[in-house]
């Protein structure tokens, strides 16, 4: 007789006030600079970086394919924190661990929110508004030289963009960790993560905020500061997944 299949309980998280936005900066900056871990981090974020801004460059599919990448990578960049976080240094192969069995997961995981951002571009094309697409990724990567050249309608049109897509970030942020530590289903695991932030909202800004200070900042060292600036993303997602989520 075949087992009735039970309902897949979402993960209970906590609210926190708006000083953890600064809390999981410093618990990713003590991360990455324990033992002699800074190294193997730096190196799988460029990696990651420069695969996703590969595939990315491929358009509509690859879109997509970014999306599904960077979740498998994130995922195990999870993995790896975790063992950060108890001591042990983690390999470089650590980042491929979401190409094994939490592939499936990641991977639906990742083409979800890749079709959610393809339709929010979709929609500002269709606005007559080619420039926005490119001024739209400049803003997701740092690049915020492009919104500055943009004029006043168009800028308008990547802000509303932006704010359309913010919820779709907000899905896709914590859903890897929830996928690979907590074995949730991807639609699960996206639901859970806006949950989370939406009733974070007051941290999740002073996290962004802080994140748009970074991203300034390294203008001033010739790009050399994202070296930093990207593990230290990794790390701080992975910081706020275990306050909300393994806190709670």
């Known amino acids: 007789m075949q087992q009735p299949t039970l309902p897949v309980q979402a993960p209970a998280f906590r609210q926190v006030d708006s000083g953890h936005g600064v809390e999981w900066w410093s ?6 600079f324990r033992g002699s871990t800074a190294g193997v981090w730096i190196v ?36 790896a924190a975790r063992k950060t976080e108890e001591g042990a240094a983690p390999p470089f192969g650590d980042l491929f661990a ?37 001024a739209f990724y400049g803003a997701m990567t740092g690049n915020f030289a492009l919104l500055l050249g943009l004029g006043a309608s168009t800028l308008l049109v990547v802000l509303i963009a932006l704010l359309a897509l913010l919820p779709v970030f907000m899905a896709a942020w914590l859903a890897p960790a929830l996928i690979v530590l907590r074995q949730q289903p991807p639609v699960e695991a996206l639901k859970a993560s806006l949950a989370a932030c939406r009733a974070n909202l007051g941290a999740l800004t002073v996290y962004g905020l802080l994140w748009v200070a970074f991203a300034f900042a ?3 060292t010739l790009g ?11 790390l701080s997602t992975y910081a706020a997944y275990r306050d909300l989520f393994e806190a709670a």
């Open 27 to 32: 618990s990713a900056w003590r991360l990455l």
């Open 44 to 79: 799988m974020s460029v990696a990651t970086f420069v695969v996703v801004l590969a595939l990315s460059a491929l358009h509509l599919v690859g879109t997509i394919a970014a999306q599904i990448a960077w979740f498998a990578l994130a995922g195990g960049m999870m993995l």
């Open 98 to 134: 979401g190409f094994g069995a939490p592939l499936g997961p990641l991977a639906i995981g990742g083409a979800l929110v890749g079709v959610a951002v393809l339709l929010v571009e979709f929609a500002a094309t269709v606005a007559g508004v080619g420039a926005a697409v490119g």
């Open 218 to 220: 390294t203008l001033f």
């Open 224 to 234: 050399i500061g994202w070296l930093v600036l990207w593990p230290l993303m990794v």
